[in-house]
């Protein structure tokens, strides 16, 4: 039996052995498939069995009875008390109670400032201000020849306010005596003048009273009225009165913003030497109506101006209006608008404007009769402005100056009137980039496109630039710059009956300033430092090279 199963396991051995081969040739067989293969799959029964709760089982829930026994769980953290908080204020700057500034430079120039001033005040303030200027140098004239020029300024004021419950009431008086050399004597003569011959004196006495409104929001009220007078005389002689009262108002309301500005002037000549324009009085009535929000903002009014000249009424009425909006929010801001209004030109306006005019000029009112505009404003960022305007403006009585062809020295000016429309292009770039630094760029173009009487706008600049920098080293150094430039401006040459230019002004100032403590400062100015002569009018020349240095002191 046991060799019968032994030979039964050889001969299934033999068997297997044998096949392999034939199973390894039959994989190498080729296999031509006629159609592709597609598989299905044969219908399944699903099978419906769904769960069910048929069977009951009955079991006991046991009775469980439990005790809490509480515990106070010792915490290894410890608190330390806090101490409570105390409000301080904030540190004021401190303030000295005056400042002497004194200086000396080239030109017999000196230089005198003080400055007197109450500390900080609930009840009010009040400052005392003392100023002398002047320079004593000669400059050389067309003729070749040096003639004593210069000026003399003083200045005396005395200021204050008291704070009321809602309001600020304001009060000033002050006195000037001013004096100028009238050095430009005709090219064509052979001498020049001596200087207590050519000095030319002017006193000023004036006083302010003023009231304005003090509320903590925009929706009360608000007002601003102050009354003026001046004495304003040459050589005591020839004497101007002047006085102003005003009043200004706004009062935001649900709608509309309201405002208005209302007021009189009054100049008077005496003793007669006015003949030509006599004593004028003014008054006038501005009001408006506004409208806007935060991308957009409209004002629409009218100025109204009553002119009483030798008993001569003459009413003015110019429409007032301006639209702008945020085209790009705070970087293009789009702006346009019309106005107009009336120039008083007073005696003491003309002769600061032009103190080599003739002392009893009087001059006629200009009348601005239509001024349209637009332009564009806005902020590139934090440290960069600029605003952009252009404008057309009507104008009746527009004054120029030209020499006084009555006096043969001709050093003296009087004015010839003309209706002439003017374009103007303005521009200005604020930048500055860090409270260090302060960077002004402006800039103006002026076009007379009608003239009626005059040929030339005689001695108006074509155009004026100006660029200013200041740079503060650390609150330690102070550097201020500055270049300017006028334009060429047309004269007439009476000698040879024609009109000439006078050339262009470029003018370059540099002051330094070193604070060596907050009490003590020296300083150093540098004016016109390119030395050139430039022209302030016709037949006046400049000073050429100036320099001055001084101090400053806080008591």
């Given at each position: 039996m046991r060799q019968f199963r032994i030979f039964s396991k050889r001969i299934r051995i033999g068997t297997v052995i044998c096949l392999v081969p034939l199973a390894l040739l039959a994989q190498q067989k080729e296999v031509r498939v006629v159609k592709p293969?597609?598989?299905?799959?044969?219908?399944?029964?699903k099978i419906e069995l769904l769960p069910s709760m048929d069977e009951q089982i009955d079991f006991d829930v046991p009775d469980i009875s439990y005790q809490l026994y509480p515990?106070?769980?010792?915490?290894?953290?410890?608190?330390?008390?806090?101490?409570?908080?105390?409000?301080?204020?904030?540190?004021?700057?401190?303030?000295?109670?005056?400042?002497?500034?004194?200086?000396?430079?080239?030109?017999?120039?000196?230089?005198?400032?003080?400055?007197?001033?109450?500390?900080?005040?609930?009840?009010?303030?009040?400052?005392?201000?003392?100023?002398?200027?002047?320079?004593n140098g000669k400059v050389k004239l067309d003729n070749e020849m040096k003639a004593p020029a210069g000026f003399n300024e003083n200045q005396l004021k005395v200021y204050?306010?008291?704070?009321?419950?809602?309001?600020?009431?304001?009060?000033?008086?002050?006195?000037?005596?001013?004096?100028?050399?009238?050095?430009?004597?005709?090219?064509?003569?052979?001498t020049v003048l001596a200087r207590e011959d050519a000095i030319h004196p002017y006193f000023t006495a004036e006083g302010k009273l003023g009231l304005h409104s003090m509320h903590a929001d925009s929706f009360h009220f608000n007002y601003d009225?102050?009354?003026?007078?001046?004495?304003?005389?040459?050589?005591?002689?020839e004497a101007e009165h002047g006085a102003e009262?005003?009043?200004?108002?706004?009062?935001?309301?649900?709608?509309?913003?309201?405002?208005?500005?209302?007021?009189?002037?009054?100049?008077?000549?005496?003793?007669?030497?006015?003949?030509?324009?006599?004593?004028?009085?003014?008054?006038?009535?501005?009001?408006?109506?506004?409208?806007?929000?935060?991308?957009?903002?409209?004002?629409?009014?009218?100025?109204?101006?009553?002119?009483?000249?030798?008993?001569?009424?003459?009413?003015?009425?110019?429409?007032r209006a301006l639209f702008q909006f945020h085209m790009v929010k705070e970087i293009i801001i789009p702006y346009f608008g019309v106005d107009g209004y009336l120039d008083n030109n007073s005696n003491r306006a003309i002769v600061k404007e032009n103190p080599y005019v003739v002392p009893t000029l009087a001059v006629r009112p200009t009348n601005n009769k239509l001024i349209g505009y637009f332009g564009l404003k806005g902020n590139f960022s934090r440290a960069v402005a600029y605003n952009l305007k252009a404008s057309y403006s009507i104008i009746d009585d527009a004054y120029f100056y030209v020499n006084d062809i009555s006096n043969p020295l001709m050093n003296q000016f009087v004015v010839v009137y003309d209706d002439v429309t003017l374009g103007t292009l303005h521009g200005e770039?604020?930048?500055?980039?860090?409270?260090?630094w302060k960077i002004i760029l402006q800039g103006n173009y002026y076009s007379y496109m009608t003239m009626v009487n005059e040929?030339?706008?005689w001695n108006k600049p074509e155009f004026d630039i100006s660029l200013q920098l200041r740079y503060n080293m650390g609150d330690k150094i102070i550097l201020d710059a500055g270049i300017f430039t006028i334009g060429s401006r047309y004269y007439q040459n009476y000698d040879l009956a024609v009109e000439d230019t006078l050339p262009l002004t470029f003018d370059l100032n540099l002051g330094l300033e070193y604070r060596y403590s907050k009490l003590l400062s020296f300083w150093a100015r540098?004016?016109?430092?390119?030395?050139?002569?430039?022209?302030?009018?016709?037949?006046?020349?400049?000073y050429r090279f100036q320099a001055m240095i001084g101090f400053s002191y806080a008591l």
């Open positions: 293969y597609s598989p299905t799959l044969s219908g399944a029964r515990k106070r769980y010792e915490s290894q953290f410890t608190l330390e008390p806090i101490k409570a908080a105390r409000m301080v204020k904030m540190p004021l700057e401190r303030l000295y109670k005056s400042q002497l500034t004194l200086g000396f430079g080239t030109c017999l120039s000196p230089l005198a400032e003080l400055n007197i001033n109450q500390l900080r005040s609930r009840s009010g303030t009040f400052g005392f201000y003392l100023r002398h200027h002047s320079m204050g306010s008291r704070f009321l419950k809602n309001a600020a009431f304001e009060y000033g008086v002050g006195a000037s005596y001013n004096s100028y050399v009238h050095y430009g004597v005709n090219p064509e003569l052979d009225a102050s009354l003026e007078y001046y004495y304003f005389a040459h050589r005591f002689d009262l005003s009043f200004d108002f706004d009062k935001k309301l649900r709608v509309v913003d309201i405002a208005g500005e209302l007021g009189t002037t009054y100049l008077g000549h005496f003793p007669e030497w006015d003949t030509l324009v006599g004593n004028k009085t003014n008054f006038w009535f501005n009001p408006s109506v506004a409208k806007g929000s935060s991308q957009w903002r409209f004002v629409a009014g009218f100025n109204f101006y009553g002119e009483v000249t030798d008993g001569l009424f003459t009413p003015h009425f110019y429409p770039l604020a930048v500055r980039p860090s409270d260090d040929d030339r706008p540098f004016n016109n430092m390119a030395a050139q002569s430039y022209y302030l009018y016709n037949q006046y020349p400049s």
